[in-house]
């Protein structure tokens, strides 16, 4: 178990963006039907605040829930990465949604906060220390043969 790299991170995003862009499909659809099958324009007013809103609220309910029920997202259970307190516990909704706001503090100057890893001596982001969390890496067991 060591904490997780810089490629490893993003290969997981990689994914869960894939997913997490389905059901932001979804949670578009009432929106385009109150637009007549027309896209949510920013200058809709309330509406598009709403719309922006709803699609934070998705992905802040996509990640917290599955940090803090199973301490991964599938695209992490795909790459071996599992999220942890400093005590190896899985992350409670607090310290999920600390490292959910913090994650998007990281990407804010440019991903600085995800590349903070290569220069970090334990190889944590800005949002691992915010949070108190950690991505660390698990191997797959090889079978016996």
Do not use: C
């Not at 809103?53 to 029920?69: E, N, P, Q």
């Not at 334990?122 to 016996?144: A, C, E, F, M, N």
């Amino acid at each position: 178990m060591t904490n997780a790299t810089l490629l490893r991170r993003i290969g997981a995003m990689l994914y869960d963006t894939l997913l997490l862009l389905a059901l932001w499909f979804i949670a578009s659809v009432p929106f385009i039907a109150l637009e007549g099958g027309e896209f949510v324009e920013p200058g809709s007013g309330s509406l598009y605040t709403l719309y922006q809103l709803t699609l934070l609220g998705v992905a802040f309910a996509f990640f917290v829930g599955f940090w803090s029920s199973k301490g991964r997202t599938l695209g992490m259970q795909s790459w071996g990465l599992q999220l942890q307190t400093n005590d190896g516990a899985i992350p409670s909704a607090g310290a999920a949604s600390i490292r959910f706001f913090a994650a998007i503090l990281s990407w804010v100057p440019l991903g600085l906060g995800f590349l903070w890893q290569l220069w970090d001596h334990d190889r944590l982001t800005w949002h691992d220390r915010l949070s108190k969390t950690r991505l660390v890496y698990y191997p797959r067991q090889q079978p016996d043969d």
